[in-house]
Each structure stands twice: as C-alpha cells, then as structure tokens.
C-alpha cells in the first residue's frame, strides 16, 4: 500500500507542484516581512479545487521553502526573512561580511534539506509516539524551555553578560505591552491605541536587524559584503564537506528541531535558538560562535527545517498545530474533509502517506532549487550597486512591516526600534539579547504564570517548578549551558597562568 | 575621531542607556501598581527588576571598570539621517498621498544617501529605472497577488 503512495507522489503534478512550492515558498521566505503563514494564507483557497492529497503537498512545499528562504536575508543583509532564522544571522553575517557568503547560503541549504529529511522521516515513522511528547509538556515545562532558550543570551553577551542581561530582560518588557496573555489587563501603553496589540515579532526583527544596517550602509562609501574577484556560484563542494565533518552537529540540531517542532507554539525560532545553543556548548575550543562558525548555520537551518515535519506530528495526530502555518494546513485538511487524529493514518492513510512522501520530495527538490535560488541571490546582492540595493531593502523593509498588520504604526515602530537598535547597539548593547526576550518572553510569562496558579491552587510550587522529571532535564541543561562556558573559561585562564609562570 | 575621543563618548553612551534601561523597569513598576489582576503584574514586575539591576551594575562597572570602545564612529551623519527621516516622511505621507507615490520618497532620500560616487547621466537613468522597477514589482505583488490593503 506503502508502495502506492509513494508512486502517487511522483506523479508530474504532484512534482510540479512540490518544485512550484519550494520555488514560491523560498522567494517569499527571503522577503523581510512575508511569512510562512501569509503565503500559504493566500494560497489555501487555491488548493481547494484540488486533490487532498495534492493540495497538502503543495501547502508543505510553500511551508518548507518559506524556512529555509529565511535564511538569505539572514545570512546576506543580516535581517531574518522569517523569525526561524534568527539565529542564522549570528554566524551568517559575519561569514557573509568576510566573503563567505557563497559557502553560507549552500550551508544554509545543505543543513535545510538535512534537517527537513529528519522532520519528515520522523513524521512518517514516528508521529503516534512522539505526538505523545506534546501532551507531556505542560505550562512549566514551556517555562524551563523559554528559560532555555534565554540562557542563550550568556552566549550572545561577548564578554559583557550584564548589558546581555539588561538587553534580554528590555526585550521581555517589551514583550508585555499590550494586552496581557493570561488576563486581560492593558499594560505599558502609556493611553496608546497604537500599542495596545504590541511589538510584533517581525516588525521588531525587521527594525533592529535590517534597519542598524541600512543605516551603517549609507555612512561609508564601498562594498556591502567582502567579495572574490570573480563571483562564480555557490560552493558547494566546500559546504558538502564542512557538512559531513559536522554530521553529529547536523542530527543533533535536526532531532532538536522535530522535537521542539512537536511542541505546539514553540517554532522554528525556539528550535533554531535551542539547536544553536547546544552546539555552542559543545563547540571545540577553537570554534568561535558568533563571528562567523559554519556550525552555528548548520544548527539553526537544521533545526528550523526539522520543525515543519516535527509541527506536522501533532496537527495530523492529535489536531493540534504547533504553529501558525500548521493551523492553516489543518484549516485545509478539514475543508477537504479529512477528520485528524490517531486513526487518521489509517482512515485515511491514502492521504496521509502521499502527502509525507510529497513532503519528502519536496524537500529533496529544495537541494538543486535551494542552491540555485541562493546562487542568484548571492549575486545580486554582492554585485547589485549600494545606491540601488539600501533604496530597494528599504522599500522592502516598509512594504512588509506593513503588510503583517496593514498598519502605518508598525512601520513607524520598526523604524523607532531601528534607530533604538543602532543607537544601543554601538555601545555594547547587542540586538540579539532583546529579540530573544522580545520571542521567548510571551512563552516564558505564559509558562510561569499558569504554573504559578497551578502550583498555588494544588499546594505544591515548589514540586510544580522543580518536581516533573522534564523541567529536571531542561533545568539541568540551562544550568550546565550557563555554568560550562564559566568552568571551561576558568580553567583555561588557570592553565595559561601556569603555562606562563 | 581619536581613541581617547571615542572612549569617552562609547562611556559616556554607555552610562546613558544604562540609566536609561533602569528609568524603563522603574517605569514598569509603577505602571504595573494599575493593573488589577495579580497575574498581570508578576512577569513584568519581577522582568523590570531584573532589568534595573543587570543595567545598575552595567551603569557602576562603567566607572569601575571603563574598558568600552565603542561610540557612533565614523561615517556621513546627514546620509544616516536622509534615510531615516525620508522614511519617517514615507509613513506619515502615505494615508495622504497612497503607498506607491509615498514609496517613492524612502526610495529617492535612500538612493541620494547610499550615492557614494559621482552623478551621471546613466547613473540617474539605471538606478531610477531599476529602483522604479523593483517598487512596482513589490508593490503589485503585495497589491494584487498578496491582496495585501495598500494605500
């Protein structure tokens, strides 16, 4: 029966499109301000006149490049395309500044379509048990994984962990303008209408990460990136052999990523932070994250792809979705009749098993369009004139911050953090500290506040924080992210005194 | 700028947004004293302690331990604020005058400030026509296909 499906997935419209949604969902993805969500949003009505299982592919390949275009901007402009590839600007950029952004942006798709294969190979094997991780995480356990995640700003703070510190904790303040996400009280608005529905995540994004560098840009005359003479393509066997001398790295960050994929309103941000974490902890000595570690790519792009199968587990299995596309998939699924749950893979397995394998598929096309979408956009930024290119990125940055809420306030609010961002940002005070409170804030509130009721109503705060064996783990990994890095420091100083003396 | 010039002005930054990180969380504290659920109040009252304690310490260790470098640098200031204030114009032009013709306002104050070499006659006419076509192209994607509300 396996079999059939596998054959109904390669038949030329189902390829067509697969490679069509790739192709779309990687354009819309490397556009600051177009989401995942919003281009399969436009696209649903479209896949009703469709087959289920056809339309579902095509739905998985727009939510599949959508991830991995992230990357682009990320790597070449500094500027997430979506929230997943925050973490990607960390070392992209950097590598991208000193003329490594061809082997970045083919590291980017090699990692994306690694970590896509594993989402999908768990979501074919695996999605009854592992649906069941999401019924194991409660609000607490959403607590310790934000807290996790936060843990993250140790790494980010480069020798100044209190401005690091004070960054991500402004970031969670910030996060809690607006209407409170357990009750309804209007908090830090000051009377204002205009922030009543918050700091958006993208508009934020697109404010202190694109708009610090449109402004460095126009100050100084030459180049934006470090270019080679003769820009030829993307290097690709560099990148496939910086890959396979990073496999662990690659599975690890993967099987992060399916995992925290599984956890519905965690998303490929939580997972590319938490992947690039862990591989910061166990970096060689001689790595050195955040200044351009190819590691630090491969991560994120690994972990973030893995969560598209891994938000499928719960969608298709309990109708749950972990994030915003997954809801819109599910909205198509019921519109097409196919009622979600545990006897979904049987009822209507037809459905299901040539949808994962379209999803497999799909991921394997985004190698040769990955790597020729990143060829050209590669190019055209390194070679497109600065007087062209700050215009252009600008008109972009205004169209897209408009268009998450179709608000001229948002726009005015990217260019307030913008400026904010420059302005803190050349004193010591890193964007990337603030933006994670800013992601990590709402999860972390809402986490600590119901298990705080919970806690209180039941008597037991104390076993509700520290007493379930998944806040152990995760609280045992954030004390040994945070404490390692000091212990390892120490003893290195410690050595070079003795060395010396 | 000299070193001893632009250390001064990377400590003298520093301090400022210190205190001003510890303004914000003293701030929060009095605007959460307002909210009626006690649910409301805990995350961002324990969030801006946080926040007035990292940025107290980061404020006392810039006179105790003064090692910042940092500082606006070099660069053309009135091409940093071309951009910004054509942009500012773009949002508050843009319900009067429609997306497109407001559009064209960031367009023209970023091209003139990222214009680093000399003006000619091809120049106008490549970067005008590519930054027209690029406008376009975003805007009837957004308009028309995105279906996205533009003024």
């Known amino acids: 029966m396996e079999l059939d499906q596998f054959l109904a997935a390669l038949t030329p419209l189902n390829l067509a499109l697969a490679l069509f949604g790739v192709l779309a969902g990687t354009i819309v993805g490397s556009i600051p301000g177009l989401t995942a969500t919003m281009a399969l949003a436009v696209l649903v009505p479209v896949t009703f006149a469709m087959e289920p299982a056809s339309a579902l592919i095509l739905l998985g390949a727009i939510y599949t490049g959508a991830i991995y275009g992230g990357a682009y901007a990320a790597i070449l402009l500094n500027t997430p395309g979506t929230p997943s590839a925050i973490a990607t600007t960390f070392d992209g950029y950097p590598m991208a500044k ?4 061809d082997l970045a942006v083919a590291l980017a798709c090699f990692a994306s ?4 294969m594993v989402g999908a190979l768990a979501l074919l094997f695996l999605a009854p048990p592992l649906s069941k991780v999401a019924l194991a995480f409660g609000p607490i356990e959403y607590f310790w994984l934000s807290v996790f995640g936060l843990s993250l700003i140790a790494a980010l703070s480069n020798g100044n962990l209190m401005k690091a510190l004070a960054g991500g904790a402004f970031g969670m303040l910030l996060s809690t ?5 357990v009750s309804a009280d209007i908090r830090l608005t000051f009377g204002s209408q205009t922030l009543i529905g918050g700091f958006g995540v993208v508009v934020a994004l697109i404010g ?15 180049r934006h990136l470090k270019v080679e003479e003769n820009v030829k393509a993307v290097r690709i066997g560099d990148a496939f052999g910086l890959a396979i001398r990073s496999k662990f790295n690659l599975v690890r960050s993967s099987v ?9 309103g965690a998303g490929g ?7 690039y974490s862990e591989a910061k902890r166990t970096a060689k000595s001689h790595q050195k994250f955040g200044e351009g570690e190819p590691d630090g790519i491969m991560a994120t792009e690994s972990a973030n792809s893995a969560t598209v199968g891994g938000g499928f587990i719960p969608t298709l299995v309990l109708g749950i979705p972990g994030t915003p596309p997954d809801a819109i998939v599910l909205g198509a699924l019921l519109v097409q009749g196919v009622r979600t749950g545990p006897a979904m893979f049987t009822q209507s397995g037809s459905i299901v098993y040539t949808f994962i394998y379209g999803l497999i598929i799909a991921t394997i096309l985004m190698l040769p369009a990955g790597l020729l979408i990143g060829r050209y956009a590669y190019k055209s930024i390194v070679t497109i004139p600065k007087a062209v290119l700050v215009p252009a990125v600008g008109f972009m940055t205004i169209i897209g911050t408009f268009s998450i809420r179709n608000s001229v306030s948002d726009v005015i609010i990217m260019l307030c953090l913008g400026v904010f961002g420059w302005v803190v940002a050349r004193f010591g005070f890193a964007a990337s500290p603030i933006v994670l409170g800013l992601i990590l804030g709402p999860i972390a509130e809402q986490g600590f506040v119901q298990g705080w009721i919970i806690g209180d109503a039941t008597n037991n705060l104390f076993g509700m924080f520290f007493g379930r064996p998944i806040s152990q783990g995760i609280l045992a990994f954030t004390l040994i992210t945070l404490i390692l890095p000091i212990y390892l420091a120490r003893k290195k100083n410690k050595a070079h005194v003795e060395l010396e003396s | 700028m000299n070193r001893s010039a632009a250390n001064s002005q990377g400590q003298m930054g520093s301090l400022i947004i210190s205190a001003m990180f510890v303004l914000a969380g003293v701030v929060t504290l009095y605007d959460t004293l307002s909210y009626t659920d006690r649910d409301s109040k805990v995350f961002p009252q324990t969030v801006a302690i946080i926040l007035i304690i990292c940025a107290s310490v980061s404020f006392i260790m810039r006179f105790i331990k003064p090692t910042d470098e940092g500082g606006f640098g070099q660069g053309i200031w009135w091409r940093r604020v071309l951009l910004i204030s054509t942009m500012v114009l773009t949002c508050i032009a843009m319900p009067y005058v429609g997306f497109l013709p407001a559009g064209v306002i ?12 000399r003006w000619s006659l091809s120049n106008i006419l490549l970067y005008w026509g590519s930054g027209g076509f690029i406008m376009v192209l975003f805007y009837t994607l957004f308009k028309f296909v995105l279906h996205v509300p533009l003024p």
């Open chain 1, 113 to 116: 379509v690694f970590g896509g």
């Open chain 1, 208 to 222: 202190l990460y694109c708009i610090p560098v449109l402004i460095d840009l126009v100050a100084v005359p030459g």
């Open chain 1, 269 to 275: 941000s939580v997972a590319g932070l938490v992947a």
């Open chain 2, 106 to 117: 960031a367009f023209a104050g970023g091209l003139i400030a990222a214009m680093h070499d």
């Open chain 1, 177 to 181: 303008v607006g209407v409170a996400e």
């Open chain 1, 256 to 264: 992060i990523g399916t995992l925290v994929g599984i956890l519905p």
């Open chain 1, 98 to 101: 000193r003329g490594d952004g």
